[in-house]
Nanobody
Framework: VQLQASGGGLMQAGGSLRLSCVAS????????MGWFRQAPGKEREFVAA????????HYADSAKGRFTISRDNAKNTVYLQMNILKPEDTAVYFCALALSGTYPRGRENEYDYWGQGTQVTVSS
């Protein structure tokens, strides 16, 4: 399984970005997906997750009300819509896939595959 994240970039505070992550390889559609991020000098942290059919989502407190995770199973793609961006959102964003897809997963060790990351930089 390979995960390819894209959509990062430089944005001013208050702006929006949409990240995408495409899964390829030997996957069924019954997997959960998640987004994590790692800021310079900090540990990687959970951002948002979605279960296999999009019926259940889970967000970090920092993402609630501003970020929305969604998926298009026909395209094997998960999205992270990020609105009202803040400088503290600056980080490398990683997508991850969990083979057990019934519930959205909030811990790193629940994920089986990781993408390479995409940089998001928010200027003040």
């Amino acid at each position: 399984v390979q995960l390819q994240a894209s959509g990062g970039g430089l944005m001013q505070a208050g702006g929006s970005l949409r990240l995408s992550c495409v899964a390829s390889g030997r996957t069924s559609r019954s997997y959960a997906m998640g987004w994590f991020r790692q800021a310079p000098g900090k540990e990687r942290e959970f951002v948002a997750a979605i279960n296999w059919n999009g019926g259940s989502t889970h967000y970090a407190d920092s993402a609630k009300g501003r970020f929305t995770i969604s998926r298009d199973n026909a395209k094997n793609t998960v999205y992270l819509q990020m609105n009202i961006l803040k400088p503290e959102d600056t980080a490398v964003y990683f997508c991850a896939l969990a083979l057990s897809g019934t519930y959205p997963r909030g811990r790193e060790n629940e994920y089986d595959y990781w993408g390479q990351g995409t940089q998001v930089t928010v200027s003040s």
